[in-house]
């Protein structure tokens, strides 16, 4: 079982950064390939990045390639999400996710545990 606590939302204007992170509790974080995904309001929630369990492969969506950056310290069980140069169309609610799956994987349906979700509002 693996709990999972998102922090770093907030406000922030068109431009700016953010830094979202993802605090793990439980036992083999370092097992698990962790991800991050969001849901604007009226949408679907759509995958944003993912971290392979060894930290040295990363995968973004095109919409937030060269943009964001996702990170992980297997020490710590953290997993943050870096963001620069947002964009209103980054507006929406954030959730970490840990998958069980031998690589990094896109599909919602491989993640096994989820985080509550944060809040990042970008005003234009």
């Known amino acids: 079982q693996v709990s999972l606590v998102e922090s770093g939302g907030g406000l922030v204007q068109a431009g700016g950064s953010l830094r979202l992170s993802c605090a793990a509790s439980g036992r083999s974080f370092s097992s698990y390939t962790m991800a991050w995904f969001r849901q604007a309001p009226g949408k679907d929630r759509e995958f944003v990045a993912a971290?392979?369990?060894?930290?040295?492969?990363?995968y973004f969506a095109d919409s937030v390639k060269g943009r964001f950056t996702i990170s992980r310290d297997n020490a710590k069980n953290t997993v943050s999400l870096q963001m620069n140069n947002l964009k209103p169309e980054d507006t929406a609610v954030y959730y970490c996710a840990a998958s069980r799956w031998f690589d990094i994987t896109t599909s919602q349906a491989r993640y096994n545990y989820w985080g509550q979700g944060t809040q990042v509002t970008v005003s234009s």
């Open positions: 971290i392979h369990r060894s930290g040295i492969s990363t």
